[in-house]
């Protein structure tokens, strides 16, 4: 049996143009350890006059696969060629950058070899630990302690997507025709081009607060998106999880802008609360004991880049209480009796 000959009556069967021996003889031929040449050859040749563009959009795709699906799978006989073949086409369809078809069921994906695979970059800062991180769009991203970003290697065309794990100031590269979204669980943040920082750490409440520019915040729930808030430079929201309430809050535009240089600034918080954060930024654990009162509340700024006996002498001078460390990883604070 001649692979040319092969070729031919495979071509005759695809267009259904055989006669009743042809027909017979091509589903023999189907079943012999040779079809897979002309088979190849038969997709070569059908699939070398298509002249995708550089980056063919998903509705382009589509049209392609489906051609492929009606011209191909439609007429062939399954039950002789199914188990074998599903395989070699896949493999075929690797070779010549062919998207993706569907077949008895049974997705098979490949990537077009004229697009580049969406592959995804995801930095992360251990406690103790922050950095700057300059994104695909130039955009920059000051990455907080315990805190992760997970963005891809090249940005849509038309938006630019990013999922925040912790705590994050962002100065955004402007560019109105792709808007910048961050992914924090169920709320997102979207700006054009604009400073901001947010603070998503989980169980904890979210925060997103302005410096520069505008930002939209919404809350996505199933398929739908609910607008919460529109904020400008001074303006901040604060999303409670647990109790799904959102509230507008007044913003330090300095302070969140000096955070980004390692400064730390603690507005009416409460012991606990500032404790949770030194943790974070100094991978330290920190105990109260006797009469240190956790609820007490403090408005200061700590320097993050000095030391941590820095930090703890201006909190405890505030707060009238004393330090002393238990080993190197642990730091017992109480009051001064």
Same mark, same amino acid.
């Given at each position: ?97 062919? %998207?993706?078809?569907?077949?008895? %069921? ?232």
């Amino acid at each position: 049996m001649k692979t040319e000959i092969d070729r031919e009556l495979l071509v005759r069967y695809i267009n259904g143009k055989c006669t009743a021996d042809e027909l017979l003889h091509v589903k023999h031929f189907l079943q012999d350890p040779g079809w897979q040449h002309a088979l190849k050859a038969i997709l070569e040749a059908d699939f070398s006059t298509i002249e995708p563009a550089p980056q063919a959009d998903e509705t382009t795709l589509e049209e392609w696969n489906q051609e492929f699906r009606d011209k191909y799978f439609k007429k062939m006989p399954m039950k002789l060629w199914y188990t074998k073949w599903i395989g070699y086409a896949a493999a075929c369809l690797l070779v010549l950058g062919i %998207g993706g078809y569907l077949l008895g %069921g049974h997705l098979v994906k490949t990537k077009p070899a004229f697009t580049t695979a969406k592959v995804m970059i995801e930095k992360t800062n251990p406690r103790g630990i922050r950095s700057k991180v300059t994104l695909p769009d130039s955009s920059v991203v000051y990455l907080g302690a315990g805190s992760s970003i997970r963005y891809p290697q090249q940005f849509a065309a038309n938006e630019r997507n990013l999922t925040l794990t912790g705590e994050a100031f962002f100065e955004i590269s402007k560019n109105p025709k792709r808007p910048f979204v961050i992914h924090t669980g169920e709320i997102q943040t979207t700006v054009l081009g604009t400073s901001f920082k947010i603070t998503a750490f989980k169980d904890d409440p979210l925060f997103v607060e302005v410096a520069t520019g505008k930002v939209r915040v919404s809350r996505k729930e199933n398929t739908k998106v609910a607008e919460l808030a529109v904020l400008v430079p001074g303006e901040g929201i604060s999303w409670d999880h647990q109790l799904g309430k959102a509230s507008i809050i007044p913003v330090d535009v300095s302070a969140i802008q000096r955070w980004s240089s390692g400064e730390i600034t603690f507005k009416n918080r409460s012991l606990a609360q500032i404790a949770d954060e030194l943790e974070n930024w100094y991978n330290i654990e920190i105990r109260f004991a006797g009469s240190a009162s956790v609820r007490k509340r403090l408005s200061l700024s700590v320097d993050g880049k000095a030391s941590l006996s820095d930090a703890l002498d201006i909190i405890c001078n505030t707060a009238d209480l004393k330090y002393r460390f238990n080993g190197r990883q642990e730091i017992i604070i109480s009051g001064n009796e």
